[in-house]
T-cell receptor, first 117, second 115 residues
Framework: AQTVTQSQPEMSVQEAETVTLSCTYD???????LFWYKQPPSRQMILVIR??????QNATENRFSVNFQKAAKSFSLKISDSQLGDAAMYFC??????????????FGEGTQLTVNP | DTEVTQTPKHLVMGMTNKKSLKCEQH?????MYWYKQKAKKPPELMFV???????INESVPSRFSPECPNSSLLNLHLHALQPEDSALYLC??????????????FGDGTRLSIL
């Protein structure tokens, strides 16, 4: 079974600064997908960024980027120019082949990010 | 705007009540999910429907009964719940086949409190 570990239960960052959230995972699969979701107090899980394991190029979405190290099984999220609206719980998630049975997501325990003005 | 709509947003019920949670999506997704989430914890998968058929049941107690009447609608029927069932219940949907990078889209959840 796959496991996802987020070693930082809480992180804080000053507005406009950069912060990196860590995520490691354990799997024996070679083909899989990785995601970062954020969950603000409004409760909705919002996709931040996604990465295919077979792609060596790190994914980027505006101020959000990942450092994907497949051999090390590491998938960290970097948030640049942090904004107050980035404050949320961030979950790293792993998904193996979707097929026809629906795609099971394995979540890490989450990192609560606080953005200080 | 949320593309996955869940109703009600809040629900308070007694342990002997019967109630239902509803989830609707119109994105043409053929996989739909129910998750349970406790405070400050990640979502826990409960059920997965693929092409309107139950494909995954994560050993959920029978007091939770899912139903998928059509490709857009997912219900969760609740009966004789326990206080420990109080949680946020999230619905999600995703495409099946094709681009496997397609993520799950989540609703805002139903906050359930059992008295």
């Amino acid at each position: 079974a796959q496991t996802v570990t987020q070693s930082q239960p809480e992180m804080s960052v000053q507005e406009a600064e950069t912060v990196t959230l860590s995520c490691t995972y354990d799997t024996s699969e070679s083909d899989y997908y990785l995601f970062w979701y954020k969950q603000p107090p409004s409760r909705q899980m919002i996709l931040v960024i996604r990465q295919e394991a077979y792609k060596q190029q790190n994914a980027t979405e505006n101020r959000f980027s990942v450092n994907f190290q497949k051999a090390a099984k590491s998938f960290s999220l970097k948030i640049s120019d942090s904004q107050l609206g980035d404050a949320a719980m961030y979950f790293c998630a792993y998904r193996s082949w979707a097929g026809t049975s629906g795609s099971r997501l394995t979540f890490g325990e989450g990192t609560q990010l606080t953005v200080n003005p | 705007d949320t593309e996955v709509t869940q109703t009600p947003k809040h629900l308070v019920m007694g342990m002997t009540n019967k109630k239902s949670l509803k989830c609707e999506q119109h994105m043409g997704h053929r996989a739909m999910y129910w998750y349970k989430q406790k405070a400050k914890k990640p979502p826990e998968l409960m059920f997965v429907y693929s092409y309107e058929k139950l494909s995954i049941n994560e050993s959920v107690p029978s007091r939770f009964s899912p139903e998928c009447p059509n490709s857009s609608l997912l219900n969760l029927h609740l009966h004789a719940l326990q206080p420990e069932d109080s949680a946020l219940y999230l619905c999600a949907s995703s495409p099946l086949g094709g681009d496997n990078l397609q993520p799950q889209h989540f609703g805002d959840g139903t906050r359930l409190s059992i008295l």
